[in-house]
């Protein structure tokens, strides 16, 4: 599909056809290329959900001192992980970018001056999710940064202002794992069908209930949830990502859950779906 055609898409399209937004956990980059449970729920989101006009991801792996969005016409697959099988690293997933898409919300945000970026490109927590929702690459996919040295409340503030995206027909994704604890992974157990700890599991039972209650502050203010709440979140990159699409939860709208299962012991795949039924 011509590019400079799907640049021009966006700038026609009018509110109305509002998207869910989603929160994924993504786990191992291995997931992008395996067609297994959690793939397989990607794909078939993919064929639910409408088609979007373009799809934005806060990845866990974009962390940057100030916010960032991608705005290139043709963003680059990138391979950040080492160890792992040479047909990961053979991956090309070649989305188009949407430049004015980049500045449109550039100026929607308020709260923060969002720049262009022009050298990133397609991490592992959006491309490994993505191409198997949309596996001919022909919607646009662009990135948004995580500015680590800002606070929770900062992040859930400025998912609020993306919501002005979703009546726009742009799927918004926030692409992490609520629970993520790699030092403590039982690498002897990732192939079995699910495996957690207890507090893992412990865990990310109070972060549903919560998301669930909508106890947006509580999951904001993530740090006071003792030490199995430590243990689940050691460092805020994988988590900062659910309060995004958190902040872009619609007063009526509910939640639902999937991927709903821990791995590793010390990770969860659990995910949420706002605004619709992920089944």
């Known amino acids: 599909m011509d590019t400079n055609k799907l640049k021009d898409r966006f700038a026609h399209l009018k509110k109305g056809n509002k998207m869910p937004a989603l929160f994924v956990g993504h786990g191992s980059p291995m997931n992008g290329i395996e067609d297994n449970q959690f793939s397989g729920q990607w794909a078939k989101m993919g064929q639910v959900i409408p088609r979007p006009s373009a799809v934005l991801v806060i990845s866990a792996h974009w962390l940057t001192r100030g916010a960032f969005i991608t705005a290139m016409d043709e963003p680059r697959t990138i391979h950040d992980f080492g160890g792992f099988p040479q047909a990961l690293f053979e991956v090309q997933y070649p989305a188009p ?5 980049a500045a449109y919300t550039a100026r929607q945000i308020k709260s923060t001056q969002v720049k262009p970026d022009h050298e ?31 606070s929770p409340e900062y992040h859930y503030r400025l998912g609020q202002e993306l919501a002005d995206l979703r009546d726009r027909g742009v799927l918004i994704i926030g692409s992490g794992n609520m629970v993520h604890n790699l030092r403590m992974v039982a690498w002897d157990k990732l192939n ?25 502050k509580e ?15 050691p460092t805020p990159d994988h988590y900062l990502p659910l309060l995004y699409v958190l902040g872009l939860q619609g007063a009526k709208e509910e939640v639902s859950f999937f991927n709903d299962k821990a791995v590793g012991g010390s990770l969860t795949m659990t995910s949420v779906w706002v605004g619709g039924d992920s089944r």
């Open 192 to 216: 079995e069908t699910e495996y957690g700890y207890d507090w893992a599991l412990e865990m990310n039972h109070v972060f549903k209930t919560k998301i669930h209650n909508r106890d947006h």
């Open 97 to 101: 970018g949407n430049p004015e898409l």
């Open 219 to 233: 999951l904001i203010a993530y740090e006071n949830m003792g030490e199995a709440g430590k243990l689940a979140i």
């Open 120 to 150: 990133w490109g397609l991490d592992h927590g959006t491309w490994t999710v993505v191409r198997h929702m949309y596996p001919e690459a022909d919607i646009p996919v662009l990135q948004l940064s995580i500015d680590y040295y800002q």
